[in-house]
């Protein structure tokens, strides 16, 4: 269901780099306020049935999508995310997992590069 609302989102806002993913509904050209986002996150804890959380919100959402997506070029991953630095994007959002570095390591070990 998310998904189909960015999707839509997408569609009516098209641009690419500086177009905000979460227009202002009356300035498509400008981001919704975040007092705005927050109002639309606790209506959609509540039509989810989810009981409000700390630290659960917009800001845990773009943690999530820079680590899931941490495999593309980080360039990539800013334009995609709207960051303007990496240094926000690597400092601030990407979190590995304890899985992901297993898996690093482990196609490391295979190359052949550890016995090196």
Not at 104 to 113: H, I, K, M, P, V
Request: aromatic share 8%.
């Amino acid at each position: 269901m998310a998904q189909a609302v960015l999707v839509e989102a997408r569609r009516r806002n098209p641009g690419i780099g500086d177009a905000p993913v979460m227009p202002a509904p009356k300035d498509p050209s400008a981001c919704m306020t975040r007092w705005l986002a927050s109002s639309w996150w606790k209506r959609a804890e509540e039509f989810a049935g989810l009981e409000p959380k700390w630290g659960r919100g917009w800001h845990s959402l773009r943690r999530k999508f820079a680590s899931d997506l941490m495999d593309l070029p980080l360039k990539v991953l800013c334009d995609l995310g709207g960051w303007k630095t990496a240094q926000t994007v690597l400092q601030c959002y990407q979190k590995p997992d304890e899985d992901r570095l297993r898996k690093a390591l482990d196609a490391y070990r295979e190359t052949g590069s550890a016995s090196n």
